[in-house]
């Protein structure tokens, strides 16, 4: 079966010329999403939308501003409109909805200048029942082949003073933030995904779609309910955001709608957006659970470096390697492996990291052939300090060794502590962005799976380039083990769903079972045991790790076996209930599978969840294990504590469960 099979298509195409300065509007394939584009008496373009009658974007400009071109934001006029109904399905390779309705209706709009240049370009809108999308499409200028960007004026006019979940857009370094809650118009400069509430109790959600040969956008609102797109600066010495080669078309600006918070979450709109797999036959695509050389690291037992406690040893990998077998586990990541290490790079002065040549102790043939013995593959590490230019250097070589020792998947790492790349580059700029897709694309022509790392935010690519399996680009579980502010909240983990993992899969590295942390007495992990095995639900990756040292799974393998249990792979997913930052429940079925696997969680408020188990399959019955929070548990002051019991179900049962505070449970459903 072809992985972007079709399963049906409707596709219609009319044209026709309209006068300059006419309303235009169209509709979602229900009818209840509406947008109307506009040119006022100056020849400037709006666009705006309502949901069931209710506004949700007011009047909002459009437009460019460029560095040696006049701004091309008023004068327009009009020249043809075209209309598309287009309704497929597709199948994803993986993920979690296997099969992807994609039902639009589309608007485009070809703008000329009146006077001056002439110059003329496409506005494109694909209006969903639950969002819409809007992109530029640039015609050559003339002779003009290549503009510089400097300011793209697209707005999101919101009209009112919405609830907002956001993190602040600093320096352009990193998306590492808490998430905070305020009004919309309190909001300083911010990333994307931005999640809102109105008024009129809707929830909203803004990003962007098929990020490539750009720069990532921000949102400024500057104490305005109007935001404004904020493209990242190429460098800091420069006003110029994109360098773009014409014809071109920018990524796609989304808005999310749902009634229901949930509904986000089950959204697609980001992925419908992007292009098909463009890499053919991707069976060697596999997502799998690793374990490896991490939370030791982070929990200083071991260290990245040389010396006498280095993690990556040739005995120590075995040892994960064993454990990986055993417990039949796909990968070993194995962090600090090469060399590099010990050169300056956190620090912002360049990395001297070699990404084919392994520190002395860690015998890579040794690894390689003791992996394959047992059935497991080495999951390779590039950490790059950031340092673009070095990497891209030893690329091709980098990729072609990790293929030559089986190493079917790499994390790479781009941590750096200043305001900028160590070569003067902003972190989320168009140098960055060309230079990720450049990584995927090498790691594709070595059958190379990625899961990156402190890289660009995810705008649905996964699509196009199935072998980019997950990202990390929020606060992943490490911050438990050495932040300053006591790591993540209990309510992080009930907010990210609906806000982080809307832009796609996150390598949170959840599993931890020793909350407590020992070796770091000033830090905790602020969730139960229960909630940490709900997390493998919660939040969707195709590869999922289990972060905890294995000592610590030997001592509590009754829990474990729900890790060990739970799929990577889905074929479908649905939201039971849940609001952001408050709880979340989830349920999701195994793909090509009966089994369904459920995850709740809390915040730090404890509460009792109702499972409505309705999504069985009627008149089948279902063995339900359920790990929970034991009565006394507290993600503080007892962490570890939780049951199992184990119950017949079917469908038209419910199951009502206590969650400690900072709780969760995770249930397995295996169809008898």
Known sequence: ????????????????????????????????????FSLDDNGRAFYSASYLGQSIIKPSSLGFEFKDQAALNRDLKLVTTSRTDTDETWEQPWGEERFIRNHYQQLQVTLQESSGAHRKFNLVFRLYDDGLGFRYELDAFGDTREVAITSELTEFNLGDNHHAWWTPAQAGNQYEYL??????????????????????????????????????????????????????PLTPHTNVKANVQLPFKTPWRTLMVAEQPGDLITNYLTLNLNEPNALGDVSWVKPGKYVGIWWELHLEKGTWKQGPKHGATTANTKKYIDFAAKHDFDGVLVEGWNEGWDSEWFNGQGADFNFTKAYPD?????????????????????????????????????????????????????????????????????????????VTKTAAKHNIMVVAHETVKDTGERRTYPNLLSREVARGQEYDAWSDDGGNPPSHTAIIPYTRLLSGPMDFTPGAFELTLPTRPNNQVNTTLAKQLALYVVIYSPVQMASDLPENYEAHLDAFQFIKDVPVDWETTRVLSGEIGESIAIARQERNGNDWYVGALTNEKPRTTTLDLDFLTPGKHYQARIYKDAPDAHY?????????????????DSLNIDLAAGGGVAISLKQQ
Not at 4 to 28: D, F, Q, R
Not at 189 to 217: C, F, N, Q, R
Not at 373 to 401: P, R, W
Not at 639 to 650: K, M, N, W
Request: charged content about 20%; glycine content about 8%; overall charge negative.
């Open 1 to 36: 079966m072809k992985n972007n099979w079709i399963l049906g298509a409707l596709i219609m195409l009319t044209c026709h010329y309209v006068p300059a300065a006419e309303k235009i509007s169209e509709k979602s394939p229900n009818g209840d999403l509406e947008l109307t």
């Open 179 to 232: 998430y905070q809650h305020s009004n919309i118009k309190d909001a300083p400069l911010i990333h994307t995904p931005v999640t809102l509430e109105t008024k009129g109790g809707l929830y909203l959600a803004l990003h962007e779609a098929a990020l490539a040969d750009y720069s990532t956008m921000n949102l400024q609102g500057n104490g305005s309910l109007n935001l404004k797109a904020e493209l990242v």
């Open 362 to 438: 860690y015998d890579v043939d040794a690894v390689t052939a003791y992996a394959k013995k047992n059935g497991v593959y080495i999951i390779g590490h590039h950490e790059t300090g950031a340092a673009v230019d070095n990497y891209e250097s030893q690329l091709d070589d980098a990729y072609q060794f990790l293929q030559d020792h089986g190493m079917l998947a790499v994390k790479t790492g781009y941590v750096e502590t200043g305001e900028r790349l160590t070569n003067g580059y902003y972190h989320q700029g168009q140098r960055f962005v060309e230079h990720a897709m450049n």
């Open 636 to 652: 503080h002051d007892n962490p570890g504590a939780y049951t199992i019991e184990e119950r017949d179900v079917t469908a038209g």
